[in-house]
C-alpha cells in the first residue's frame, strides 16, 4: 500500500483533485480522480491525515473516509486562501489545502454526523419557507393595494386581507380567482413550516446536548437546536467570548500599527 504522511483533496461536482505528500522536502503527487474513484484510492493508502476544505460534501467524504480509518480535517476556505499561489485550478488548491493543514495553528472544522446535517437541512428548509411565506405575502398585499385594499402590517393580518378581497364587490373575479390560489399557496406553506416546527422539536427532545442549552434563559427549542447541530464539539471553543466571536456576534477587528479598530458586529 501507498504511504503519505498527509494527503489533501480538492472537491468538485464530478473530479477530485489529489496532492499529497511521501515525506517532507519530497516531490508531491498530484493526481485527478474521478467522484466514483475517491473511495477506491483512499483504500489503496495506509491510513493517513487528509485535508478538505470545509464547504459543499465535505462532512460527507470526511466520515466516510473516517470509516477506513484515516485522520480528517476540515478547513474554512477563508483559512487556505493565504496559501494559494499565483494563478487558481484545482491543483493549486489542493496544494494549498495540504500546505495549510501543517500550520501548528491551524484551525479546523469539527465534523458533523449525519444525525446533525439532518438536523440543519430541518432549519435551512424551515428559514426557505419562511421566506417564501413572506414573499407571496408582500406579493399578496401588493396585488390588492393596487384595487385600494390595505390592512395593517403583519403575518397575522393576512387573514382579514383575504377577508376584505374576498367581501369586496368591485374586486374583478379574476383578481378573487389569483387571490385564492395564493391563499391556498399559503395555507400549505403554513402547514409545512408547522410539520417541520414538529420535526425539529422532536429532534431536539432526542437530543441531551439541545436540552441542556434549552434551559439557558431567553433560548428557546428552535435556537438550542441550531446551535448543537452547528457547534456538535464545544471542546474547540477556549471559552465562551470565543465561541460569540464564531457566531459573529463580535466586532470585526482591523487593527494595525498598535491601534485597535473595531468595526461592526459580522452577524
Known sequence: MKKFIRTAVDLGKNYFQFHGLAGEGGAPVSRKLKRSKVLEFYAQIEPCRVGMEACGSAHHWARELIAMGHEVVLIPPAYIKPYVKRGKNDAVDAAAICEAMARPDMRFVPVKSADDQAVLMLHKSRELLIKQRTMSVNALRGHLAEFGLVVAKGIGRVDELLALAQADARLPQIAKATVTELAQHLEGLDQSIDAIDDD??????????????????????????????????????KSGRDFAA?????????SSGGKEKLGASTK
Open 200 to 237: 425539529i422539536a422532536r429532534a431536539h427532545r432526542k437530543n441531551p446536548k439541545s436540552c441542556l442549552i434549552d434551559q439557558v434563559p431567553g433560548i428557546g427549542t428552535l435556537i438550542a437546536s441550531v446551535v448543537a447541530a452547528s457547534a456538535p464539539d464545544p471542546g474547540v471553543f
Open 246 to 254: 464564531w457566531l459573529g456576534l463580535t466586532p470585526r477587528q482591523h
